[in-house]
């Protein structure tokens, strides 16, 4: 999720390779190294390829925010459908190093939670026409992912120097005396 400026920009390339029209980023380090990135994601995909930052701004067009699984991807889908192209462009899908392929970072589980595999061609969403979103639900994975409290999630940040655990359902922040230093 935060990289160097230049994994940023293969990333960019890689996404751009599967097809998709656009590539959202989560930036906010610092401004010149922020522009630096842009700059370096510019060169690698071209200037006909979209960029997205992670930002809150009225009157930008936005995109749906779906962080985690397909089921997620399909309920900003139909969120997303109910306004008008001005308003929403795109929809997030996060493309994750599941089975080999390019992307963020393995989370099987998001390819998982549905019966059958999201239908995307030429970097857009099929929407599914069966009952109700279209979709069956795997609640196999019920019994294969069980829950496990405690933090998953570790971040390191530069300033102040520290390192924070978040638990799962990322609403309450773990600093721990084993994982701050």
């Known amino acids: 999720m935060y990289m160097d400026p230049e994994g940023f920009a293969q990333e960019a390339a ?5 097809g998709f029209p656009a590539y ?3 930036l ?3 401004p010149e190294r922020d522009l630096e990135i842009v700059e370096l994601i510019r060169a690698a995909t071209g200037s006909e390829f979209g960029l997205m930052v992670d930002a809150q701004q009225h009157g930008i067009r936005s995109a ?3 962080w985690g699984n397909n089921l997620e991807v399909l309920a900003a889908t139909d969120l997303g459908i109910c306004w008008p192209e001005s308003t929403v462009e795109w929809l997030e899908y996060l493309c994750y ?3 080999g392929k390019t992307g963020m970072y393995p989370f099987p589980i998001a390819q998982e939670t549905l019966q059958d ?3 995307i061609q030429d970097g857009n969403l099929t929407v599914p026409q069966g009952p109700g979103q279209g979709i069956d639900i795997n609640l196999d994975i019920v019994k294969k992912y069980l829950f496990e409290p405690g ?3 570790f ?6 120097p520290s390192e924070v655990a978040v638990p799962g359902d990322h609403s309450l922040q773990w600093v721990d005396s084993k994982v701050s230093k």
């Open 151 to 153: 933090p998953w999630s």
């Open 64 to 66: 749906f925010h779906s």
């Open 14 to 18: 890689a996404i751009q390779a599967m």
């Open 24 to 26: 959202k980023m989560c």
């Open 155 to 160: 971040f390191k940040l530069e300033d102040p």
């Open 117 to 119: 595999s999201l239908q």
């Open 28 to 30: 906010a380090k610092r």
């Open 97 to 99: 190093s599941n089975n």
